[in-house]
Every structure is written in C-alpha cells, then in structure tokens.
C-alpha cells in the first residue's frame, strides 16, 4: 500500500498545482510524508489529533483509539494503524513508519497541529513535532480529543479559519 502516491493521485485528478493538506490520526503520517515527499504540492499541513511519530503505541493503545471511531469503516483505520505499527510506512516503504521524526525537519510547509486532552497520543507528541517540524504551531483544543469536531466544533474550525485565511476560509462553519 502506498497512500502517499494515492493521495498525489487524488490531488492530480482534482486538477489543483497545489493544496492544503489535512491529516487525522494516522493520515496525519501519511500527510506528512505527502509534504516530505511533494513539497511543492502542500501550501499548508494540518495534523489533527495525530498518532505519535514513533511507535510508542502499541497494539493495544491503537485499538483502544480506533474504538472511538464511529464510521462503518473503522475497521479500515484499524488495518491501516496495525501495519503502521508492524513498521509499514504510510510511502510504501518498510522502515519509516516506526520512527520518522528524522525527516521531519525536512518538511518546511506551514504546519498547524491540534490536539485536545481526550486524544490517546500523549500531548508530548505533538509537542515533539511541533519542536521538529521548523514552520509548526501546535494548538491545544481544551474540549475535544480525538474527534474534536464533535466536541468541540467552533474551536476546532475557529483554528482553522485562522490558520487557513489566506486560503479563502470563511469565519462561519
């Protein structure tokens, strides 16, 4: 499986040069290996409520992070954090996935993190990639957690109004 040419993919068939790029739980990985691996391509990154750039999770805490998850297809999200966590990267490649704060400061795009004290990532995550990621901010969203869009639906879209202006994003949802 290789979800960073598949998102390039999608990007291609929808005609746009380039794109903000938004990634939760473990698409923020492969969202930033797509901005690693196509950084002309990504004019903002946000990582919502992502899954710790090393694999500090095991199976068991993955699970129990999955089983919040309310869509029919969770169980979808669930094959794609067990081959994260079997070292699996979102590229393709073997060997990325279990440790990729490495390449991080390689991502220049302006990065918008969010997190919310119900996420099962530790907060010390998305403060190490917002230490690792040079153009990086982190938000902390003080309801809400891993789905803040349920919890907490005007911070989180206030945060991304903000961060989004310049690409056209209205104040009201």
Known sequence: MDDVADLESVRAALGYDAWAVLGWGYGA?????YARAFPNRVTRLVLLAPMPQRATWDADTAEAALSMDPRPDAAVDATLARAFLRNDGPDGRPGDARDYRRFLPDIHTETLILWGPGD????????????????????????????????NMPALHGALCDFLAAQGCRATP
């Open 29 to 33: 990985a492969v969202a930033q290996f």
């Open 120 to 151: 099962p990532a530790p907060l010390a995550a998305s403060q190490e990639a917002r230490d690792l990621l040079p153009n990086a901010r982190l938000v902390v969203l003080m309801a809400g957690g891993y789905m803040p869009w349920r919890h």
